[in-house]
C-alpha cells in the first residue's frame, strides 16, 4: 500500500471531511500543509490545476474535491462497507447529501464562515438567506432519523458534519436546531472522530 499523502490546511472543512474518513479508516497517511502560497505553486498546479484544497495522492492517482475523495477512498479501501452502500436506494440518498454538501451546504454556512472569518468575497446575505432555508429542512429530516442518508453514519454524514458543525464561525446559531446538534453529536462520538481548530465566533445572523 502506497503512503497517501493529503493536501489541505486544517482550518478547511472540505480538508476536514477528508481527514475525518481517513482516520476513521485507520489509513495511515502524510498530512502536507498547503497555504495560499503552496497552492499557487507550480509544483501544486500539476496536481490540481485549480490550485484547491484537498488533494489526495495515492501513488499515482491524483485525486481533488472532498466529495470525489471520499468516494475514492470508500470504494478503494472500505467497499461494501456502509460508507457508500451499495443498495440502490441508500447509494442514492448517499449522493443526494453529497450533493446537498456541495451546494446548499458550501454556499449557505460554509460561505458564511468564510465571509466571517477570512473576508472571503461572498455575499454574506445570499449565504445566510440560503442557511435559513436549509438548515430547518435538514432540522425536519433529522427529527425522525440518526442520519441523513441510512440507518448507519455515511459519506453523506460526513460531508455535511464540517461546515453545519462550524456554522456559528459564520455568525449563524444552531441553537433552535435540537436534531441537528443531537447528530452533530452522534458524528462526534464516533471513533476517530477530531475536531477543526475553533475560530472566534461573530455576531449570530439571523436566520
Not at 70 to 77: C, E, G, I, S
Not at 107 to 114: D, E
Not at 155 to 180: H, K, N, V, W
Amino acid at each position: 500500500m502506497n503512503m497517501l499523502k493529503l493536501y489541505g490546511t486544517p482550518l478547511s472543512g472540505h480538508v476536514h471531511r477528508v481527514a475525518l474518513l481517513l482516520k476513521m479508516l485507520e489509513l495511515p497517511h502524510e498530512f502536507i500543509e498547503a497555504g495560499a502560497e503552496v497552492r499557487a505553486s507550480a509544483a501544486f498546479r500539476k496536481l490540481n490545476p485549480w490550485g484547491q484544497i484537498p488533494v489526495l495522492v495515492d501513488g499515482d492517482i491524483v485525486i481533488s474535491d472532498s466529495n470525489a475523495i471520499l468516494v475514492y477512498l470508500a470504494k478503494t479501501y472500505a467497499p461494501d462497507s456502509h460508507w457508500l452502500p451499495n443498495e440502490p436506494v441508500a447509494a442514492a440518498l448517499t449522493q443526494q447529501w453529497l450533493c446537498k454538501a456541495a451546494g446548499e451546504v458550501r454556499y449557505g454556512p460554509a460561505s458564511a464562515r468564510l465571509i466571517a472569518q477570512f473576508g472571503t468575497d461572498e455575499d454574506y446575505a445570499y449565504a445566510t438567506k440560503l442557511a435559513g432555508k436549509f438548515l430547518p429542512h435538514l432540522e425536519q429530516h433529522l427529527t425522525a432519523r440518526d442520519f441523513l442518508a441510512t440507518d448507519r453514519v455515511t459519506l453523506a454524514d460526513l460531508a455535511c458534519y464540517t461546515y453545519i458543525a462550524l456554522a456559528p464561525e459564520g455568525g449563524i446559531s444552531l441553537d433552535a436546531f435540537p436534531a441537528i446538534r443531537q447528530w452533530l453529536t452522534r458524528i462526534e462520538q464516533l471513533p476517530g472522530f477530531f475536531s477543526t481548530p475553533a475560530l472566534p465566533l461573530p455576531v449570530k445572523a439571523k436566520v
